[in-house]
């Protein structure tokens, strides 16, 4: 797939008002600070477009950003920020699973997950969620340039470790490094079969 166009189209608070107008769309979520933003502006080929920072929990909507003019990548609000406060947190769980559960266009799901950690307990529950409500979805580990490769190969083993005790068939895995531009084409072949 190739990204000849690619924009913001907006913010909302409900999957009630996203966009109306039926075009596909995928969405990408992971733990705050797993580099989701960062992530987004790679594989969309525009540095700025989706708005990074060092401090977690900064994604507190459901963005839209229009790829090709046929179809939509979703940032979500990442999970597991524990400084915001337990009401915040609260909404954002509702905003984000009334949006996976009920919106209509969603064809698939991009769950980042840290590769310099072990596999965390919240990554592995909300995986676990997205497959007992059927939800499509592939993994994607982020910042594998930040450790080595021998790391993130364990640390991926590690992952589908834990993943067997409750998948007999595990999902997709791709890596991937925003800042080394790491597993972008297959990422974007990923979601060009999602999209068709």
């Not at 733990?31 to 990074?52: D, E």
């Not at 839209?64 to 609260?90: I, K, M």
């Not at 925003?178 to 974007?188: D, F, I, K, N």
Request: proline share 4%; net charge positive; glycine share 6%.
């Amino acid at each position: 797939m190739k990204i000849k166009k690619a924009a913001f189209v907006g913010s909302n608070t409900s999957y009630k008002r996203c966009p109306q107008d039926r075009r596909p769309e995928i969405a990408l979520i992971g733990r705050s600070n797993v580099g989701k933003s960062s992530l987004i502006n790679m594989l969309l080929g525009h540095k700025g477009l989706a708005k990074t920072s060092s401090r977690p929990g900064k994604t507190q909507l459901i963005n839209h950003f229009l790829v090709n003019e046929a179809w939509y990548l979703v940032d979500l609000p990442g999970y597991g920020w524990a400084r915001a406060s337990q009401t915040h947190r609260a909404q954002w769980q509702q905003m984000v699973s009334d949006y996976l559960l009920h919106r209509a266009n969603l064809v698939g799901v991009l769950v980042l997950v840290d590769a310099r950690l072990q596999p965390q307990k919240i990554d592995i529950a909300f995986i676990n969620w997205l497959g007992e409500n059927q939800i499509p979805f592939a993994i994607l580990l982020t910042k594998a340039d930040k450790v080595s490769k021998q790391q993130v190969q364990h640390n991926l083993t590690s992952l589908k470790q834990a993943l067997h005790k409750t998948w007999e068939v595990l999902p997709e895995f791709l890596i991937t490094s925003a800042h080394a531009y790491t597993g972008r084409q297959e990422v974007l072949g990923l979601m060009q079969n999602m999209v068709l």
